[in-house]
């Protein structure tokens, strides 16, 4: 994709209005429009917008320049909004010169993925793709909302009902070059699963917003709610956005976590990459889970993934192996949520695995057997350890974690764990209804 291709893609379609989006450190997605006719400008000279209200700088120094990444084009669904709107993804910059934005996470997801080429050549690439996993529940006339419907895993409608949507969803999202390649109700009420083809991280999780928002967008059409929250219901599976992860050599067309050692399904590398992440998963957490609700899904026996390890086949561990092709051969990291920033989570991934690659760590021994059914003897024997229980044991790890706060910038780790103490002390110091219940009578 360039500039002119583009500029006559706007001129065909009669794209009217142009949506510049970038994520703030929390991973909300914010939305510039501009008229198209403007786009050529702003794809030479930026343009600017307030930092200060998006919490990302101080008042006193509050400008941030957009510039535009045109490999991101796209025009949204023709039937999204009542005329052709483009969309396209922006890298922020210090507001007078080309010097990148250092809390901006998509330049510290780009950065984390050239520091992987200069250790392990240009041609590698980090690839990756998430499971896109949602509830839909309906708005309530009283302000309360209720779960679409009580159906479970590969269910059938009329008992799924969010089927409809999905395949409206599916047909939007294909028209523009996204092929969803299944998609299904998963196990607990209400919630939905799209499934995406690899590829590049940085262009994955571009795509992964731009998925977020038009199904929130045509859930609202629809006068329902899309909620990517991790643990929504008491009671029930919360949603993990599994995350899978390999390396790729585009000039050998191979896969680097692929073994050519027909008894052993991951590379040497593969292994090193998977130690790095264990080494570092406690800190992570912080990353890939960083809100209060995140550690209301990570519990013990919801198959949700807690238990520091890894396995071929296992869900109660940390990171599995998926069955496939050698060809396919990657890790699938299961913890991830719906409430993270994706550009932090991935490069706090790939910067873990780096780590053990520069290291060459080893990873234990695989987990085979139901981490649940251990009991705590048992697992401190295996030395399998625990994520942290709440976002303030995350906060704590993070802190400490000086290797991640090097290879994702000072600037940033200073800023990121001082929003999410903000965050924490709000939820401790707020009264919350289950308290009045217990206590109210002490």
Same mark, same amino acid.
């Given at each position: 994709m360039n500039v002119n291709k583009i500029l006559d893609i706007i001129s065909k379609k009669e794209v009217k209005e142009i949506a510049l989006q970038f994520t703030d450190l929390s991973g909300g997605l914010h939305t510039l429009w501009i008229p198209s #006719?403007?786009?050529?400008k702003v794809l030479k000279e930026g343009i600017h917008t307030d930092g200060s209200s998006l919490g990302v700088v101080d008042v006193s120094k509050s400008d941030v320049k957009l510039l535009p990444d045109i490999h991101s084009f796209v025009v949204f669904p023709s039937n999204l909004f009542e005329y052709n709107i483009g969309r396209v993804v922006c890298d922020l910059y210090e507001p007078d010169s080309d010097k990148p934005f250092l809390l901006?996470?998509?330049?510290?997801l780009?950065?984390?993925? #050239?520091?992987?080429k200069e250790k392990l050549g240009q041609s590698v690439s980090g690839i990756a793709s998430s499971e896109i996993e949602f509830f839909l529940f309906n708005k309530q006339d009283n302000g309360e909302v209720k779960l679409i419907d009580n159906a479970g895993y590969l269910a059938s409608p009329p008992a799924d009902r969010g089927t409809n949507l999905r395949l409206e969803l599916t047909e939007m999202l294909r028209e523009i070059g996204i092929n969803i390649e299944k998609h299904h109700h998963e196990v607990p009420a209400g919630k939905s699963e799209f499934n995406l083809p690899f590829s590049e991280a940085l262009q994955m999780v571009d795509t992964i917003y731009l998925i977020k928002f038009i199904i929130k967008l045509v859930a609202d059409k629809h006068g329902l709610i899309a909620s990517f929250m991790p643990k929504p219901m008491h009671g029930e599976?919360?949603?993990?956005?599994?995350?899978?992860?390999n390396l790729r050599d585009e000039g050998k067309d191979t896969n680097l976590f692929s073994s050519e050692n027909k008894g052993i399904r991951l590379s040497s590398l593969a292994q090193q990459f998977l130690a790095g992440i264990l080494n570092h998963a406690k800190a992570l957490?912080?990353?890939t889970n960083p809100s209060v609700n995140s550690y209301k899904r990570l519990v013990p026996g919801w198959e949700a993934p807690v238990y520091i390890s890894w396995a071929e086949y296992n869900r109660s561990t940390l990171i599995r192996i998926p069955p496939g092709s050698r060809k396919a051969a990657r890790l699938e990291y299961r913890p991830t949520d719906g409430s993270c920033n994706f550009y932090l989570a991935y490069a706090g991934l790939f910067s873990a695995g780096l780590d053990g690659i520069n290291r060459q760590l080893e990873p234990p021994r695989?987990?085979?057997e139901n981490i649940y059914d251990m009991s705590l003897d048992e697992?401190?024997?295996r030395g399998i350890e625990v994520l942290p229980g709440s976002l303030g044991e995350a906060i704590d790890e993070f802190s400490q974690d000086n290797y991640l706060q090097d290879s994702l910038?000072? #600037?940033f780790h200073e800023k990121y764990l001082l929003l999410k103490k903000r965050e924490w002390k709000e939820f401790c110091v707020h009264v919350h209804p289950w308290e009045r219940n217990r206590y109210i009578d002490v």
């Open positions: #006719q403007d786009f050529s901006d996470p998509r330049y510290i780009k950065n984390t993925l #050239q520091s992987m599976y919360g949603a993990g956005l599994h995350t899978h992860l957490t912080l990353l695989s987990v085979e697992r401190n024997n910038g000072t #600037q």
